[in-house]
Every structure is written in structure tokens, then in C-alpha cells.
């Protein structure tokens, strides 16, 4: 059974810090994602990961992906308040032939406060 | 371009009674997902599809019910309806793995309370 664990669940951090957050998935895997939830709304996609040693950046957020460890990171660099939300990373299982079909393990997500 | 559509937003269900949560797609997507969210937790496979006529349950999917009969369509079903089925449900699509960097599009989600 693929399981998915971020650290730390909550994060408060000052305007102008950097920072990051972990994920730990459990078993083999093709792909993983980081998607961005604001209070009451929907997931927005933030990054795509499918290769060992990947490394996406987009504005103050960059993802990487190191398949040997299980293991991605979502680094923030000089936090900005727009970026409070919950952060989540999401893994597809693949079944014993090898296939994914997109099935997603979610983490628990990381709840980031940035303040002033 | 609507993307994933989900209807209702809301919906307060009493114990017992059934429901349909619609989903809709326009991006021509063959996957289609349902997820649930629980508060303050991350989000659990119910079914999955990966094309018209073909479903499969993911990690929760007992008290629920899908099918599939369209590209565009993939409702779920909640034949008796109970306190834990209290959540946020999902639904997602996605095109065939495999055709770039793409990740699953999530609809705003259906709020149901069931009391």
C-alpha cells in the first residue's frame, strides 16, 4: 500500500524566509504532483515531477524529485503572504503490471502562514 | 473552456437518502477521478475511470457507487447516505498518462452534509 507523508503539517512563517516542505512516499512510483488549495476552493496544480533528479521552479516556489530516496521537496525563497495556503504533494500508484492510471496518493498536506 | 464541472455545490442529505453527484468534462480527458476530503485532511481515491464503460475502485469506495457512460461524464451514486459520508467531494480528469506534464484538473467540489 503507497503511503504519503509530509513534514510539517504546519508551517508559520515570516515574510522574506525561505523554507521547505517534505514528501516521503513509500512505494515505486512515475509521477508526482504538488497542488496549492486555498480555504473552501478547488486544487490548482503547481508542479508535474516524472524523473529522478527533476527540478521545476515557478516564481518563489521549486519543486525537485529524487526517486532513489522516495523523496520530494517543495523549497519556498523569500515567503510572501500570497503564498499562505495548504500545500499538498500527490503521488500515482502503480498497480503490479506496472501501470499508474493517475491514481493519486495524497499526503496529509502542509498548512503554510506567512506573516508580515 | 469550463474544464471540470460539478453539480450541486452544496447539498444537506438526511440519513438514508440517496443522491447523485454530477461531474462533467470538456477537455475530452480520458480518466476521470472522485475523490473525497475529510477536514483538514488530504484527499482519498473513491472510483476512477479510464474511458467510457470502464470503472474501477480506488482506496474508499464502499456506500458509493459511478458509472460511465460518455467521455464527458462520470457521476457518482450515494445509495444510503451516512454520517461519514459527511465531505468534499472531488472529481478530477486527466488525459492518457503518458502525453506530457499533465496534471489532473479538479472541479470546485460538492459540500454534503449528511444529518
Known amino acids: 500500500e503507497l503511503k504519503v507523508e509530509q513534514n510539517p503539517l504546519f508551517l508559520s512563517m515570516q515574510e522574506g524566509k525561505n523554507y521547505t516542505i517534505y514528501c516521503n512516499y513509500s512505494?515505486?512510483?512515475?509521477?508526482l504532483y504538488w497542488y496549492r488549495q486555498d480555504p473552501g476552493k478547488s486544487l490548482e496544480s503547481l508542479f508535474v515531477?516524472?524523473?529522478?533528479?527533476a527540478v521545476k521552479q515557478e516564481g518563489r516556489l521549486m519543486a525537485s524529485l529524487d526517486t532513489k530516496a522516495r523523496l520530494s521537496t517543495l523549497h519556498i525563497t523569500a515567503a510572501v503572504h500570497d503564498l499562505s495556503a495548504t500545500y499538498f504533494c500527490?503521488?500515482?500508484?502503480?498497480?503490479?503490471?506496472?501501470?499508474?492510471?493517475?491514481?493519486?496518493?495524497f499526503g496529509q498536506g502542509t498548512i503554510l502562514t506567512v506573516h508580515p | 473552456n469550463a474544464g471540470v464541472t460539478q453539480t450541486p455545490k452544496f447539498r444537506i442529505l438526511k440519513i438514508g437518502q440517496s443522491m447523485t453527484l454530477q461531474c462533467t468534462q470538456d477537455?475530452?480527458?480520458?480518466?476521470m477521478y472522485w475523490y473525497r476530503q475529510d477536514p483538514g485532511m488530504g484527499l482519498k481515491l473513491i472510483y476512477y475511470?479510464?474511458?467510457?464503460?470502464?470503472?474501477d475502485k480506488g482506496e474508499v469506495p464502499n456506500g458509493y457507487n459511478v458509472s460511465r457512460s460518455t467521455t464527458e461524464d462520470f457521476p457518482l451514486r450515494l445509495e444510503l447516505a451516512a454520517p461519514s459520508q459527511t465531505s468534499v467531494y472531488f472529481c478530477?480528469?486527466?488525459?492518457?498518462?503518458?502525453?506530457?506534464?499533465?496534471?489532473?484538473?479538479f472541479g470546485d467540489g460538492t459540500r454534503l452534509s449528511i444529518l
Open positions: 478530477a480528469s486527466s488525459p492518457l498518462l503518458g502525453t506530457g506534464n499533465q496534471p489532473q484538473h
Open positions: 512505494t515505486t512510483s512515475d509521477r
Open positions: 515531477l516524472l524523473s529522478n533528479g
Open positions: 475511470s479510464v474511458g467510457a464503460g470502464i470503472t
Open positions: 500527490a503521488v500515482a500508484g502503480v498497480n503490479a503490471g506496472g501501470t499508474s492510471y493517475g491514481k493519486l496518493t
Open positions: 477537455m475530452n480527458h480520458n480518466y
